[in-house]
T-cell receptor, first 110, second 112 residues
Framework: KNEVEQSPQNLTAQEGEFITINCSYSVGISALHWLQQHPGGGIVSLFMLSSGKKKHGRLIATINIQEKHSSLHITASHPRDSAVYICAVWRETSGSRLTFGEGTQLTVNP | NAGVTQTPKFQVLKTGQSMTLQCAQDMNHNSMYWYRQDPGMGLRLIYYSASEGTTDKGEVPNGYNVSRLNKREFSLRLESAAPSQTSVYFC???????????FGPGTRLTVL
């Protein structure tokens, strides 16, 4: 079993829908990253959080440390949100190593 | 600011050939990382450099070497390429360990 699990693996939505991508992890962490990988391959950091909630535009990330779970929400989704969304965790004992989930492929249709 | 740059963008090698992937960042970051991304595997850390002058192995270091040339540059060398090293390679940097990482555009490497 992977230490970082994302669900769903694939998600198709209609423009305007509210989207939720989930990330569960099985190790103690100091922080969690949400990353976006564009169809062209580039990777962009969206959020880094260790507690509570962060919001940037239409994106909201939450984390529950006790339940070892994080969610990424996209409000009023748009075709340009189509990308792979990757969850990664800084493990408490790993030193410098991020552990990555396999990603969620999101497709938003017009 | 260019952020994190990588060269080349694409490369095809024959088995046994060697090459160096170059990475540079202009954000004055202390820590730099090399990852590989394979289908169904997620990103995996090859090597990292927590600060100038130091390098350490990551999850999948076999077949690779690195050099932290200065604070800006961190190169990855394949001494004798193998088909199993066919992958997309990403360089990343962060102000220090444990903080937000910024990624380069990637190098798509094919080893025949």
């Amino acid at each position: 079993k992977n230490e970082v699990e994302q669900s769903p693996q694939n998600l198709t939505a209609q423009e305007g829908e509210f989207i939720t991508i989930n990330c569960s992890y099985s190790v103690g962490i100091s922080a969690l990253h949400w990353l976006q990988q564009h169809p062209g391959g580039g990777i962009v950091s969206l959020f880094m959080l260790s507690s509570g909630k962060k919001k940037h535009g239409r994106l909201i990330a939450t984390i529950n440390i006790q339940e070892k779970h994080s969610s990424l929400h996209i409000t009023a989704s748009h075709p340009r949100d189509s990308a792979v969304y990757i969850c990664a965790v800084w493990r408490e004992t790993s030193g410098s190593r991020l552990t990555f989930g396999e990603g969620t492929q999101l497709t938003v249709n017009p | 600011n260019a952020g994190v740059t990588q060269t080349p963008k694409f490369q095809v090698l024959k088995t046994g050939q060697s090459m160096t992937l170059q990475c540079a960042q202009d954000m004055n970051h202390n820590s730099m990382y090399w990852y590989r991304q394979d289908p169904g595997m997620g990103l995996r850390l090859i090597y990292y450099s927590a600060s100038e002058g130091t390098t350490d192995k990551g999850e999948v270091p076999n077949g690779y070497n690195v050099s932290r040339l200065n604070k800006r540059e961190f190169s990855l060398r394949l001494e004798s390429a193998a088909p199993s090293q066919t992958s997309v390679y990403f360089c990343a940097s962060s102000e220090r360990r444990g903080l937000e990482q910024f990624f380069g555009p990637g190098t798509r490497l094919t080893v025949l």
